[in-house]
């Protein structure tokens, strides 16, 4: 039981370098989210997938960007990582199809992301 | 737009004896509300969802919570708590035709003492 798996778990950047953090789940699930948190601040929408080949804006999207690769992954960009963006990254994924709304979702454990 | 307000970011409380973390939401239309888990180094866990009828909605770990429309609150609730319920807890709201999005409240750090 797999469910949501995230890639890698903890990376130390430098200011200006890019990464990737991966994104993949095994629930069949149609939509995708990516969220940040910042202590104090809960989780913060970055970018979400409704469904396979769509993305959109969440509440943070500045400096990232998604791909819907398959209906099993989900990846973050970071094109020029900035201290700013030091935090910890989640994925998750929900049945949500539609204007359904009413499914919970589920969530990997997180990648600990450091930019010096 | 709608936000998410939990009152307590840190509540510390004894070994069974009753718990309620606090959660207040503005929204002008009807919401989904859920009540979520972290423990430490961990993803979030889902304890429980209300989405319609009955206001008392019961989860997994002997929590429950009340949805209150009148006053928009959705307080989550535990008759008796263990060391094992130490844990960070979020309240979350989504709405119809929203894509399932989530917004979350800032959190409540419980702390269990023996």
């Known amino acids: 039981n797999a469910g949501v798996t995230q890639t890698p778990k903890f990376q130390v950047l430098k200011t200006g370098q890019s990464m990737t953090l991966q994104c993949a789940q095994d629930?069949?699930?149609?939509?995708m989210y990516w969220y940040r948190q910042d202590p104090g601040m809960g989780l913060r929408l970055i970018y979400y997938s409704a469904s396979e080949g769509t993305t959109d804006k969440g509440e943070v999207p500045n400096g990232y960007n998604v791909s819907r690769l398959n209906k099993r992954e989900f990846s973050l960009r970071l094109e020029s990582a900035a201290p700013s963006q030091t935090s910890v990254y989640f994925c998750?994924?929900?049945?949500?199809?539609?204007?359904?709304?009413?499914?919970?979702?589920?969530f990997g454990d997180g990648t600990r992301l450091s930019i010096l | 737009a709608q936000s998410v307000t939990q009152l307590d970011s840190q509540v510390p409380v004894f070994e069974e004896a009753p718990v309620e973390l606090r959660c207040n939401y503005s929204?002008?239309?009807?919401?989904?509300l859920f009540w979520y888990v972290q423990y430490p180094n961990q993803g979030l866990q889902l304890l429980l969802k209300?989405?319609?009828?009955?206001?008392l909605v019961k989860g997994i770990n002997g929590f429950e919570a009340e949805f209150n429309k009148s006053q928009t609150s959705f307080h989550l609730r535990k008759p008796s708590v263990h060391i094992s319920d130490t844990a960070e807890y979020f309240c979350a709201v989504s709405r119809p035709n929203q894509g399932g999005k989530l917004i979350f409240g800032q959190g409540t750090e419980l702390s269990v003492k023996p």
């Open positions: 929204s002008s239309v009807s919401v989904y």
């Open positions: 209300y989405l319609s009828g009955s206001t």
């Open positions: 629930m069949n699930h149609n939509s």
């Open positions: 998750a994924s929900s049945a949500t199809t539609g204007t359904a709304a009413n499914q919970p979702q589920h």
